[in-house]
């Protein structure tokens, strides 16, 4: 994603989904991530619906009042955080999440 591909995309979201929330925008995304994840399990690795994902996360982002730039800085201060984190096994769904640190919280 670039600044250009971010400010083209939602504000043609904006024109054209006048009613679009921040929730209804998620909603939509879970849709969309069980499509997803449908294609995965049966093989099918859909660039479409990697693009419906990516598009409704950007319209979540610009319905909760973020720009680019705060996007890109959000990613990158997560980052820093997980550099720092361990990491776990993966668990039975595959995937694997940090260890909590008694410093850290639940």
């Not at 043609?12 to 995965?40: G, M, Y």
């Not at 705060?70 to 776990?88: E, F, H, L, S, T």
Request: net charge negative; with cysteine.
């Amino acid at each position: 994603m670039n600044k250009n591909q971010f400010e083209t995309i939602t504000k043609w979201q904006d024109r054209v989904f006048t009613k679009a929330t921040p929730l209804s925008c998620i909603n939509h995304l879970e849709e969309e991530v069980k499509e997803l994840k449908t294609d995965v399990e049966q093989g099918k690795y859909s660039y479409d619906e990697i693009a419906d994902c990516f598009l409704l996360l950007f319209a979540v982002c610009n319905k909760c009042g973020l720009e680019y730039e705060d996007v890109v800085a959000a990613i990158d201060a997560k980052m820093q955080v997980n550099y720092k984190r361990q990491w776990g096994q993966a668990n039975e769904k595959g995937y694997v999440k940090h260890v909590v640190r008694p410093e850290e919280g639940a």
